[in-house]
């Protein structure tokens, strides 16, 4: 475990998440000077090498959590911390964290609908969704975060979830 990236990565996620839970957005105070702060790090620590796994990590993520924020089922927020947090562990790490954030999501997703009792509704709208894949990529019109009649789930936690265990997993 790196501890120069586990602390500040772990400080900014918790904040995140809180943040995200209670008010269902993640502050570009937060997220935009620790993405800065992530390739500063990356540079003075290990030079041009540094900051190319810094900008690479940065990169997948803008390119994985853009195209889900382009489909409307993230919000700029997530996508910002997403690509913060690639700054600072880079891909190969960042690779691990997004596919255990994948499934923290979807696991908290099917608690939330089952809590709020859309459970049916929300499994409905993902089928669909699978199934259109076939057709081309775009957005379903009931799990767009622009829906006003639609829950929204703070992604943040699941964000934090995935990166966390990341430091563990690799």
Known sequence: MNSVSWYPTLAVLLI?????????????????????????????GLGSIGFIQSLSGFALAVTIAGVLCW???MGMGDLK??????????????TVA??????AGGVMAV???????????S?????DL???????????????LDNPA??????APAIAIGTIFSYFGT
């Open 150 to 155: 639609k829950l929204k789930m703070p992604y």
């Open 16 to 44: 995140a998440a809180a943040i995200d839970v209670r008010s269902r957005r993640i502050p570009n105070w937060l997220v935009v000077p620790f993405l800065l702060a992530g390739f500063v790090v990356s540079l003075s």
């Open 81 to 94: 911390l997403c690509a913060a947090v690639g700054a600072w562990i880079g891909p190969e790490q960042l």
């Open 123 to 127: 499994l409905g709208g993902a089928g």
């Open 111 to 121: 608690i939330w609908a089952a809590r709020h009792g859309v459970l049916r509704e």
């Open 98 to 103: 997004l596919v255990v954030t994948g499934i």
């Open 71 to 73: 489909l409307r089922g």
């Open 130 to 144: 699978l199934i259109s894949w076939r057709t081309g990529l775009r957005s379903h019109p009931t799990l767009v």
